[in-house]
Structures are given as C-alpha cells and as structure tokens.
C-alpha cells in the first residue's frame, strides 16, 4: 500500500498568512493526488486534482504543486473559513490511500 | 451527482449493517461508488468500489472478508453491507461517486454507524 505521509498534522495561522502543508508519497505517485477540505460533520470538498489543478468554483488562493513522491498545498492568504481539515489522497495505485489530514486553526 | 444515503445506525457487536446510497437516473450508471469510512476524530479510510454497471466490485484487503457493495441500477442505489461489526468499525460512512479509480467532488452526506452492546 502506499503511504501518505503529511505534515504538519495541525498548524495555527493567523488570517492573511501563507499556509503550507506537505504530503510525502512512500512511492512515486506522479500526479495522482488530489487535496481535500473537510469541515466539521460535513463531508471532504475537492480543492485540488490532479496534484495542481485547482477544482471549479475553488478560490484562487489554494493551490497544488509537486509530482513523483513530493506534494504541496498552499493557502496564499489564510481566510477565516478556511479553518478546516486537508487531506490528500492518492490515487496512483489500489488501495486508494490518504494522508492523516492537518488540522488548520486560527491564531 | 447529488447522492442520499441512508440514516443513522446503531448496532450490536457481531451484527450487520447495510447502508444505501441512492444517485440520480440520469448520470448513476456513470459512475464508480466508492465507499469512504471516518472513525471519530480520525482520518479518511476507502473500502472498495463497485462498477458503474455493478458487474464488478474491488475492496480494500482489510475488509475484503466482511464487506459486499451491490448495486440496485434501476434504483438508482447501490449499498454497502459490513459483517461482523466490532466496535472499532463505529464511523461515519460515505459514499462518493468517480469516474475512476479515485475519489472526487461527489459525496453523499454520511451515515453515522454506532457498535455498542
């Protein structure tokens, strides 16, 4: 199975800061990988797919960049609502796999 | 791909649960059914898929002995079964739609499963 390994696994931002999570691939995955949002009682929202395609109707201010093994995801100016978890997930090979999810707060 | 699932479940340990999922006619038999669990304040967990005719099904390993996905097409519904509950199987369940091997933007909104004596 292939793992993915995130980090951090909770981070505390203020609102206007630049948030970076990684997700390291225990094998080369080239793009198959997407990043969720998950809300609290709600299911994951697609933000990115594709590792840097940026889902219809997603704000600019997320993005995705990486291949092979290494992946991140960027908030360029942290909103409020943006308080969430992320995950990634892979989809290169079965089983489908996802990363433990980094819990956003706000500082 | 608006997707409906079933209602809350309580449950006894060793006992069954079936959940549905139910899609719209006109795009379900488009679609892979994927089956995402979420234990409390865990991470995100998949369990197999179903095929968009039903004919085929694929599972994780760790549930590959207690789990069967079946797909009711002109219902527009598929459902999930799990066997042998134990109270680490207590999640939340999802079904999310695809149109491959990969989960995307298409989710019911979860059946909560409780496994309590």
């Known amino acids: 199975d292939i793992q993915m390994t995130q980090s951090p696994l909770s981070l505390s931002a203020s609102v206007g800061d630049r948030v970076t999570i990684t997700c390291q691939a225990s094998?080369?995955?080239?793009?198959?990988l997407n990043w969720f949002q998950q809300k609290p009682g709600k299911a994951p929202k697609l933000l990115i797919y594709d590792a840097s395609n940026l889902e219809t109707g997603v704000p600019s201010r997320f993005s995705g960049s990486g291949s092979g093994t290494h992946f991140t995801f960027t908030i360029s100016s942290l909103q409020p609502e943006d308080i969430a978890t992320y995950f990634c997930?892979?989809?290169?090979?079965?089983?489908?796999?996802f990363g433990q999810g980094t819990r956003l707060e706000i500082k | 791909v608006p997707l409906v699932q079933s209602g809350a479940e309580v449950k006894k340990p060793g006992a069954s649960v079936r959940i549905s999922c139910k899609g719209s006619r006109s795009t379900f038999t488009s679609f892979y059914l994927h089956w995402v669990r979420q234990a409390p304040g865990q991470g995100l967990e998949w369990m197999g898929f179903i095929s968009p005719t039903g004919d085929s099904t694929t599972y994780a390993q760790k549930f590959r002995d207690r789990v069967i996905m079946t797909r009711d097409t002109p219902a527009s519904t598929v459902y999930m079964e799990l066997t042998s509950l134990r109270s680490d199987d207590a999640a939340v369940y999802y079904c999310t739609a695809s149109s491959g091997y990969y989960i995307s933007d298409y989710w019911g909104q979860g059946t909560q499963v409780t496994v309590s004596s």
């Open positions: 997930h892979q989809y290169d090979n079965l089983p489908l796999t």
């Open positions: 094998q080369d995955i080239s793009n198959y």
